[in-house]
């Protein structure tokens, strides 16, 4: 083997490594959620970067809010149409369609977890109906944001678990997320431990925390990093909302590295507010995120 064979053979070596253990920065972005006509191709996506845009949401519910035993629609912004999915996918390679399930509301109902009479039959009918949504936009995975629960024990650690697992394993989606806050920790925990297997991010909602300064997110982080994965949990940023604001977010990710977290991705809530700063929060994290020497 000359030195130039040996060089190439150790080139497709690390490559080989690469592409083995590397899934990349991440950034995951909600979006549709308040109705106004928001554009997906509006959104500066850099390479270097897997872009999850979350399309909010997708609800088990009818439009007056009942409940419809795991047949799930789409109620986000209806400018973020199948085609629009199909265009922002082509033209950018490192873009994956999420759709969210449930959030806080419709309308003006609030929407909870319920235990189902025949989980089953929700797991099948959760299945069936989200795997033809995700035939229809284009989607690579499911995002999990139930935000109230009933008082008593539930089922929805195990439909959810099922349910992401299945879709896995017949490859109808290949990235699952969660979005606890501080209020749903347990049932979240519940899921992770049964099922973190098939969990591939915590989009930990840091903003309900009410930290607002570097050090304390720092803090907040370490203690949610103990509840899940270190290297799953994703630092989160709420546009025009509750906690940190500003640059101190950015000063919150240097302070985490030097803290020993690896910074793998950052959460932001949402396009529909970003629109109007031109996308400061998204530009900023992804060059935060492309900077970064702590590799995943
Ligand atoms: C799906 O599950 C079956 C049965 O457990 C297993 O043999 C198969 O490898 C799984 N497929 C994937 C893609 O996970
Ligand atoms: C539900 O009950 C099981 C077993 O009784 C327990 O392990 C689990 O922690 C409970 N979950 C919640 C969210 O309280
Ligand atoms: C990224 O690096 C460039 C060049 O060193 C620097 O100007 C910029 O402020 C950095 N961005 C962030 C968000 O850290």
Not at 18 to 29: A, P
Not at 88 to 96: A, D, E, F, I, R
Not at 251 to 260: T, V
Request: proline content about 4%; charged content about 20%.
């Amino acid at each position: 083997m000359s030195m130039f064979q040996l060089f190439l053979f150790q080139l497709s070596g690390i490559l080989f490594l690469s592409q083995q253990f590397c899934y990349g920065k991440v950034m995951m972005e909600y979006i549709g959620a308040t109705g106004v006509p928001v554009k997906l191709e509006a959104v500066p996506v850099e390479e270097g970067i897997v872009f999850h845009f979350i399309l909010s949401f997708a609800i088990d519910a009818d439009p007056s809010g009942n409940t419809q035993n795991g047949k799930f629609s789409p109620y986000w912004a209806d400018t973020l149409t199948p085609e629009c999915v199909a265009a922002m996918k082509k033209s950018h390679p490192n873009v994956k369609a999420l759709t969210s399930l449930s959030g806080w509301s419709l309308g003006d109902k609030v929407l909870r977890w319920y235990t189902p009479d025949d989980t089953q039959q929700w797991i099948s009918n959760a299945f069936s109906s989200l795997s033809s949504m995700a035939q229809q936009y284009h989607l690579d995975g499911i995002d999990i944001d139930y935000e109230n629960f009933p008082r008593h024990n539930s089922s929805f650690a195990y439909c959810i678990g099922e349910l992401i697992t299945l879709l896995k394993n017949q490859s109808v989606i290949s990235v699952a997320t969660i979005a606890p806050y501080h209020k749903t920790i347990a049932p979240y925990i519940e899921l992770f431990e049964n099922y973190g297997d098939v969990i591939d991010f915590v989009n930990y909602q840091f903003y309900t925390d009410k930290v607002r300064k570097p050090k304390s997110y720092v803090e907040a982080f370490k203690i949610r990093a103990g509840q899940f994965d270190k290297e799953k949990l994703l630092p989160s940023y709420e546009v025009n909302g509750r906690g940190i604001q500003g640059d101190a977010f950015f000063d919150a990710l240097s302070l985490l590295e030097e803290n020993g977290f690896g910074v793998n991705g950052v959460m932001i809530f949402s396009a529909d507010a970003s629109s109007s700063n031109d996308y400061y929060y998204e530009r900023k994290s992804q060059d935060f995120l492309l900077n970064s020497t702590v590799s995943v």
